[in-house]
């Protein structure tokens, strides 16, 4: 993925947002955008039964050979993998890790990501929408692709959420 010490990492999530990722994984530096060629975008859970600590729907990548999805290239200490792997559930079987080639504009990069397991549609709530579409303008995601995530329909869920504690960061 990179050298010994340090990882590539695709993100298409709520690790758009630097604050977000930076919660369990500090050493995450912006490396720069990219698209992810026969994927889409999709938003659910990992099975029935399922309660998100976002309260509805989290990203996911699916394959589909004529879509794309767009979303940021983090460059990654290897002390911070065991993190993003828990941020991400793998060892309770939410998510997989992947290693796919990314397009960039200085070339295509191999790097890690994660993709649902047992996938379940469902709407995200308000809060992991917003988070989601705060880390696409932050890093200068496409304006067309911007506008896609804003039209997500949400589940309209109104209570606390992690995206508090994003907010007491920027303060």
Request: with cysteine; hydrophobic share 35%; charged share 25%.
């Amino acid at each position: 993925m990179s050298n010994a010490k340090r990882f590539m990492y695709f993100a298409y999530g709520s690790n758009l947002l630097k604050e977000r990722l930076q919660l369990e994984n500090p050493s995450a530096v912006f490396r720069c955008v990219g698209r992810l060629k026969g994927y889409v975008l999709n938003f659910g859970l990992w099975g029935d039964d399922v309660v998100s600590k976002w309260h509805g729907g989290v990203a996911t990548i699916e394959k589909s050979p004529d879509e794309y999805v767009w979303g940021v290239v983090w460059e990654m200490a290897v002390e911070d993998l065991t993190s993003l792997d828990r941020q991400e559930q793998v060892d309770e079987g939410a998510y997989s890790s992947l290693e796919l080639r990314v397009e960039t504009e200085a070339g295509p990069l191999l790097c890690r990501t994660y993709q649902m397991n047992k996938f379940r549609p469902c709407p995200p709530s308000p809060q992991y929408k917003k988070v989601v579409c705060l880390g696409a303008r932050e890093t200068g995601l496409p304006q067309e692709y911007l506008k896609k995530l804003q039209a997500v329909e949400t589940n309209g869920y109104t209570g606390s959420s992690i995206l508090d504690d994003i907010k007491n960061l920027r303060k």
